[in-house]
């Protein structure tokens, strides 16, 4: 624990901040809310988890973290169970990740991805207004939800919301969802919504997703196939916006002038194509392959899409630490791994002693 603090105090956040605090975090089974689990679980919070059943061979499996933190398997819609758990966890820090968050799943069930992302952030704030204990909350949404203009440069947090896809258009209801709450409803209380990049990293198993989806061909000894070699994305390690996470969280505790909107990103240099993400992993996985692949009659997805986090940086000190190289390798390292628990809590101290020094 004492190098845990150390490191996390060099990059100006203790994570002894978070020992016995009551931490409540939905979607805590999925990809993102796994890796979170982890370092909370290692910081020493008391964790409650609300959320779906895991996927099979996700990291959520792999870490056992049922077994360290009270996991709720349950739907966010479900308003009564939601309540529930919530009154009985009796939460300090809210953490708010449960979301339908695949783009291609959201042009096939439109409703139900309106539903969990935006009705589902309603459904927590309402426990959030109706609680007592509660001092700070972090919304997680997507870079996604800003109106595509495709442009060159990064979008701000003050440009213009809602996209027509569904699943960016149901992201930026979220967003108008928690500023409503947040100036209506929950003026002492810290809340703020944090816009992160595409992610990355060890225990992702879900489909259309580029580095999964490399992996499985890899593994299999298939060419991979890339349907948007073109599009640009903000690609950055699952470390990465995790720590804003926590970091905000942690500064906005008590402090609700701070709380806001920030987007969550990686440096201009590594919003790169879906091509480059390509090369760079078959370069790191001896033998893969990779081919441009067109989906027939798919449907229209942005082309460029990055974050000026100029923002975060002034208000938190927050910055990107490992580039998109290191993001891919340490993502095909763990995937390696025999032991990923172990890989887990190394990488994720590998990252915070990098912190220390930048």
């Known amino acids: 624990m004492e190098k845990w603090q150390r490191s996390m105090e060099g990059v100006g956040m203790n994570l002894n901040f978070y020992k016995n605090k009551s931490v409540f975090v939905t979607g805590h089974t999925g990809f993102k809310g796994a890796w979170l689990c982890q370092i909370l679980k290692n910081a020493g919070a008391n964790i409650c988890g609300y959320a779906l059943e895991p996927v099979s061979n996700g990291i959520f499996e792999h870490n056992s973290l049922a077994c360290c933190m009270n996991s709720v398997i349950g739907d966010i819609r479900d308003t009564d169970r939601l309540t529930r758990t919530f009154i009985e966890a009796k939460p300090e820090i809210v953490f708010h990740l449960a979301a339908q968050p695949l783009v291609l799943d959201a042009f096939e069930q439109p409703r139900y991805t309106f539903d969990v992302n935006a009705q589902g952030t309603v459904n927590l704030l309402e426990c959030v207004r109706l609680a007592d204990s509660v001092k700070s909350v972090v919304i997680i949404t997507t870079d996604k939800v ?57 225990g992702d198993v879900s489909e259309h997703r580029i580095i999964p989806d490399c992996l499985r061909s890899a593994i299999l000894g298939n060419a991979i196939e890339i349907r948007n070699p073109h599009s640009v994305r903000p690609y950055q390690h699952v470390l990465e916006p995790l720590f804003s996470y926590l970091l905000i969280a942690e500064k906005q505790y008590g402090n609700n002038k701070i709380s806001g909107s920030y987007n969550i990103g990686p440096n201009e240099s590594d919003c790169v194509t879906a091509a480059e993400i390509a090369k760079i992993f078959c370069s790191e996985w001896t033998g893969a392959k990779w081919h441009e692949k067109p989906v027939a009659n798919a449907p229209q997805e942005s082309g460029t899409l990055r974050l000026d986090c100029s923002k975060a940086r002034s208000a938190f000190g927050w910055k990107p630490i490992w580039d998109i190289r290191t993001a891919i390798r340490k993502t095909i390292e763990w995937e390696k791994a025999k032991n990923k628990t172990e890989m887990t809590n190394r990488q994720i101290g590998e990252y915070y002693e990098q912190a220390k020094y930048s």
């Open 146 to 202: 800003y109106k595509n203009q495709e442009w060159e440069y990064g979008y701000r947090e003050t440009d213009a919301l809602g996209d027509t896809e569904p699943y960016a258009a149901s992201k930026a209801c979220a967003e108008l969802v928690t500023a409503s709450y947040a100036e209506t409803f929950l003026m002492n209380i810290a809340v703020s919504s944090l816009r992160a990049g595409n992610v990355i990293g060890g």
